[in-house]
C-alpha cells in the first residue's frame, strides 16, 4: 500500500534552517507529482510547495516562496523541503502528500 514517511524536524531558531524528507513507497513515484502541506495549532491545512514527476515545475506559495525549496531524487523515492530563514510562523506539522495519500507528519517548531 501507498506510504509516506516524514523526517527532519525538529526545534530551530528564527533565522535558521531544516531539510525535511519524504521517503515514498507504494506507488510509481516518478509518474507522481508530489506535495508539502503543513498545519499549524489551530489553523487548516495550507499546501506549501508541490513538485512536478520531473521536478521541472515547483509550485510554492507566498508565504515560503524565497526561503523554501521543494525537490525530488526519483532513484531514491524520496521528496525534500529545504528550509531556510526561518521564521516562528513557520511552526507547524509538515506533511508530505501524493493525491489523497499522507504521511503522519513531522514537528518543525521555530522558536529562541
Known amino acids: 500500500q501507498v506510504r509516506l514517511v516524514e523526517s527532519g524536524g525538529g526545534l530551530v531558531q528564527p533565522g535558521g534552517s531544516l531539510r525535511l524528507s519524504c521517503a515514498a513507497s507504494g506507488f510509481t513515484f516518478s509518474i507522481n507529482a508530489m506535495n508539502w502541506y503543513r498545519q499549524a495549532p489551530g489553523k487548516e491545512r495550507e499546501l506549501v510547495a508541490t513538485?512536478?514527476?520531473?521536478?521541472?515545475?515547483?509550485y510554492y506559495a507566498d508565504s515560503v516562496r524565497g526561503r523554501f525549496t521543494i525537490s525530488r531524487d526519483n532513484a531514491k523515492n524520496t521528496v525534500y523541503l529545504q528550509m531556510n530563514s526561518l521564521k516562528p510562523e513557520d511552526t507547524a506539522v509538515y506533511y508530505c502528500?501524493?493525491?489523497?495519500?499522507w504521511g503522519q507528519g513531522t514537528q518543525v517548531t521555530v522558536s529562541s
Open positions: 502528500s501524493r493525491r489523497e495519500n
Open positions: 513538485i512536478s514527476s520531473t521536478g521541472g515545475s515547483r
